[in-house]
Structure formats: C-alpha cells, structure tokens
C-alpha cells in the first residue's frame, strides 16, 4: 500500500522559512519522481517541484525557483521541501505525490501526472 504522509506545515510570518517533509512508504519501481504541489483557496493544484530517483534532477515552478528546494533522505524514504523568504502568497495545502518516470513529465508540473498523494500539510504566512 502506497502512503504518503506531510508534515512540517504551520503559522509563519513573512520572510520566515519552513522546511516539509514528505514520508514515503509503499511504492515500487525502479524510477519515479516525487512532487510537491499546493492548493491555495479558491485556486487549483499546482506544482512547484519535483526530484527524480533516476538521476536526482529537480524541477522547479517559475514562480518559486530561488526560494524552494526539493530534496531527499539518502534512502528515499522522506521528501522534502525548504520554502524561503515566505510571502503571504505561499499560503496554501501543501501535498506531495509520487509516480513512475514512465507517467511524469517532470517540466510539466502536472497533478495529472501522478497517482499517488497525500493528505497535505496547511501553510499559512501571515502577520
């Protein structure tokens, strides 16, 4: 059974940083990638990173790059997301997801792409 937990979301004021993790449990294949994506109110999913088991390249958002670092455990087992330089704007449900390199288009960002998810972690940067 594949299981995606996050964690690490909370209250942060502005400028502030917060890093998230994404455990992972369950999935198996040879090549996958994992994504974090958020979900603002009123708004759809987006994207905003993923990292690839094949050759550890990452992918960035336009809208994040320079602030949002994807990365990993040694061994896969947790996922995670350092937000910088925090803006009210960044506030949404954080998730991660996970698929095979055979489904995922890693430049495209896409919730589509990726079958597999977690439940989220809320990030609100506020005053």
């Known amino acids: 059974q594949v299981q995606l937990v996050e964690s690490g979301g909370g209250l942060v004021q502005p400028g502030g940083s917060l890093r998230l993790s994404c455990s992972v449990s369950?999935?198996?294949?040879?090549?996958?990638?994992v994504g974090w994506f958020r979900q603002a109110p009123g708004k759809e999913r987006e994207g905003v990173a993923c990292i690839s088991n094949f050759d550890d390249s990452t992918y960035y958002a336009d809208s994040v790059k320079g602030r949002f670092t994807i990365s990993r455990d040694n061994a896969w087992n947790t996922v995670y997301l350092q937000i910088n330089r925090l803006k009210p704007e960044d506030t949404a449900i954080y998730y991660c997801?996970?698929?095979?390199?055979?489904?995922?288009?890693?430049?495209?960002?896409?919730?589509?792409?990726?079958?597999?998810w977690g439940q989220g972690t809320q990030v609100t940067v506020s005053s």
């Open positions: 997801a996970i698929d095979t390199l055979e489904r995922v288009d890693m430049k495209r960002l896409s919730t589509s792409d990726f079958g597999f």
């Open positions: 369950g999935f198996r294949a040879q090549y996958y990638a």
